[in-house]
């Protein structure tokens, strides 16, 4: 039996769109299982352009920052792109970050309370027709919980393997064993026979996320204190330049995948042991960009 392919995150990079849309084209003709677009660039109005342009593949936002539209503005644009693509659309929704909300210019409240009125109020609207199902950016226990409690699946960014099981036991038993309900993982990915050179791009990748405190105090509750609390030491003796060896080989073959095809085969099958149903795959290239690492995706599951 053929092991199924993971889905894909793909980011419509200015200059670069229309190629895009036909990448997933060609995602959706070699059978991945699914396009997952994060914020950046415009990810909602990508989805619409994959719901005109794309035939059975599922795709969706992870995430679209809840503080970035009103309310109405999601539940018109997301019944939209839920009725023309007959039901393939997910809207995945989450807080964001506190530089996200710089940029959006918004004060955000409670995240876990924010989270629940948002679902509340979407699933109240009636006007716009048939609404997509919800699925809720998590790291920590009690947003999976949530998840688990109000929506139609979860979905991790730079989650550690290691805990992943503990991670799931926030969800019923029953959601956790349903194919109805999405749990996915976004994973960085770099694929290269070079291992050191796709490590330390990975390592590149995830530099910025070890800047934000709730992704420090989602790795210290994996077990990773030590690194965590030498990264937080640097930030506030102004050493940033130092944070970056803080991300230890360990770390990151628990949080990424990178090195030969064959071993970034077996760490989206080790994901899926974890119980991440959905691997999705975050590629980057230790010998170009964007479209460099989808061809080495496409080459790696072909």
Known sequence: MVDPLPALCLIAMPGRRRRTIELCQEAERRGYAGIYVPSPFGNMSMCEALAWNTRSVTFGTAIAPIYQRT???????????????????????????????????????????????????????KTFGALPPIIVAALRKRMVALAGELAEGVVFANASLSHMGQSLQALPEAKRRSADFFIGNMIPTCISDDAAAAEAVNRRTLTNYAFLPNYRNYWKEAGYVEEMEAIEKAIAEGRRDD????????????????????????????????????????????????????????????
Do not use: C
């Open 71 to 125: 309310l109405v503005d999601f539940a018109q644009s997301a019944a939209m792109m839920h009725e023309v693509s007959e039901g393939r659309f997910r809207l995945g929704i989450g807080i964001a970050h506190g530089p996200s909300h710089v940029r959006m210019g918004v004060t955000p409240g409670k995240p876990l309370a924010d989270t629940r009125a948002f679902i509340e109020k979407f699933r109240a609207e």
């Open 243 to 302: 944070v970056p060896k803080y991300l230890t080989t360990r770390w990151l073959s628990d949080n990424t995948l990178f090195g030969p095809a064959s071993k970034v085969r077996e760490g989206i099958e080790a994901w899926r042991a974890a119980g991440v149903h959905t691997p999705i795959v975050v590629p980057s290239s230790a010998a170009g960009n964007q479209m460099k690492a989808i061809e080495e995706v496409f080459a790696t599951f072909s």
